[in-house]
């Protein structure tokens, strides 16, 4: 496998090449990401659920997906590494944004993902004029979850269609590379798709994106405090785990192990 580059991510549009997307927050599954294939892997704040137990993503500190980023950068050879830029490490200041989004390429991101439309355009353009590629984030955006009322369905509305297309629009002309697509209509993310120039990335958003991206725990059925109609759990590794210490546990109580293969 060759190494992938923003550059073979956008030439998928062109191509009409589906792509997938999966996240990590650590070395060992990075490194299995990477050698099955993954072309893009998405250092998430979701990590603080999944990987931290907290209710959602605000608490997630920039530290935090930095000493993420520095896991995940080192299993992955191949694989284009995308980081989220957590809640406050972009919003309070152009400068803060610029700052924050050097930390994490410093880490060995390749690109930062940001959540919002028109509001943050201008940190987009500012972050991309710096050298950085930048993912962009609309529809449901976890961030933003107390404003909308909880995890809901975004772009129901014909005002919020609106405003969601205005808003892949405006993080196109502010320079992304590619937008993520959450939790929205299929048919409004085929509109926004086919309107677009660059990649879409689908997560609950129907099967007429470019790419589709989704949260490595609920793939592996390692994560069940939330189940998303959107999700499909591919093997249930929460009960092979499971399995695999309550044999460990007889074993011990048992004498069984360790047992002279085992000792020196």
């Not at 998430?44 to 980023?69: I, Q």
Request: charged fraction near 25%; glycine fraction near 10%; charge should be neutral.
């Amino acid at each position: 496998m060759k190494k992938t580059t923003i550059l073979d991510i956008m030439k998928m549009k062109k191509e009409g090449t589906k792509f997938p997307v999966l996240t990590a927050y650590d070395y060992s599954m990075a490194k299995i990401l990477d050698e099955a294939g993954i072309p893009l892997i998405l250092i998430g704040d979701s990590a603080g659920m999944v990987f931290a137990g907290n209710e959602n993503t605000l608490t997630v500190t920039l530290d935090e997906m930095r000493y993420h980023t520095r896991a995940v950068s080192k299993g992955s050879k191949n694989a284009f590494i995308v980081t989220d830029m957590p809640f406050l490490s972009y919003q309070v200041s152009i400068e803060d944004a610029k700052r924050n989004a050097g930390f994490l390429v410093q880490d060995g991101a390749e690109a930062v993902k940001l959540e919002g439309g028109t509001s943050i355009a201008d940190t987009i353009k500012a972050i991309v004029d710096m050298g950085v590629p930048v993912m962009g984030h609309i529809g449901l955006t976890p961030q933003s979850i107390h404003a909308m009322g909880g995890y809901k369905i975004q772009g129901r509305e014909k005002k919020q269609r609106k405003r969601l297309i205005d808003d892949a629009r405006t993080v196109e002309d502010a320079g992304a590379f590619s937008i993520v697509l959450e939790g929205i209509p299929a048919d409004l993310a085929k509109e926004i798709t086919e309107k677009l120039s660059i990649q879409t990335i689908g997560i609950g958003a129907g099967p007429h994106c470019d790419g589709q991206v989704l949260v490595i725990h609920d793939v592996l059925g390692l994560y069940d405090n939330i189940k998303p109609k959107f999700v499909k759990r591919y093997v249930d590794l929460k009960k092979a785990i499971s399995s695999a210490v309550n044999e460990y546990i007889d074993d011990v109580k048992r004498g069984r192990f360790p047992s002279k293969e085992h000792s020196f």
